[in-house]
């Protein structure tokens, strides 16, 4: 069984290979975008240093109530801050589930943003740790299309290959 430990752990590692990736951020980077459809660089920030603590929030409330105000907020994020912003929703996760251990997260009811019902362990994992690994990946392929030399390891472990 995936602990609440465990999940949180994951999460943890996420945001630091994240934090890592942006590390090769430019401010030419910005505001680039695949297509005119996506989300820029800049975007794609913004969104990564809220979009696990809004399902977070969601697992405590039963409601996406406070989404919109969440996204507004990280309108406020930039290449310089991100990294703390990415520490203060680590930070804010955890808090935000704090009363619960493993067993309350398994029995407690909510829903994905869809309507689709699933325990809060479930929307820990499948929502919080899912989207933060799916971002990452986003980001580290939008820098590698900027020409950023980084490779697999950075992407996975948020380290280079050491030298050889």
């Given amino acids: 069984m995936f602990t609440k430990a465990q999940a949180l752990a994951s999460m943890q590692h996420e945001c630091l290979v994240i934090q890592n990736l942006a590390t090769h951020m430019t401010d030419a980077h910005m505001d680039y975008r695949p297509t005119p ?56 996760v955890e808090e935000c589930l704090a009363d619960f251990d493993g067993a309350a997260l398994a029995k407690h009811e909510t829903s994905m943003p869809w309507g689709t019902p699933c325990t809060g362990g479930e929307a820990l994992v499948n929502m919080c740790l899912k989207t933060l690994v799916a971002y990452r990946m986003q980001l580290f392929l939008y820098l590698k299309s900027n020409g950023v030399e980084i490779g697999t390891m950075e992407c996975w472990a948020g380290m280079s290959l050491p030298p050889s």
Avoid: P
């Avoid at 405590?60 to 994020?77: F, Q």
């Fill in 37 to 92: 459809g996506q989300r820029s660089l800049l975007e794609l920030i913004q969104y990564l240093s809220v979009a696990a603590h809004i399902v977070a929030r969601n697992i405590v409330t039963g409601n996406w109530d406070h989404a919109a105000e969440y996204s507004e907020r990280s309108k406020s994020v930039t290449r310089e801050n991100f990294s703390a912003a990415m520490d203060e929703q680590q930070k804010a």
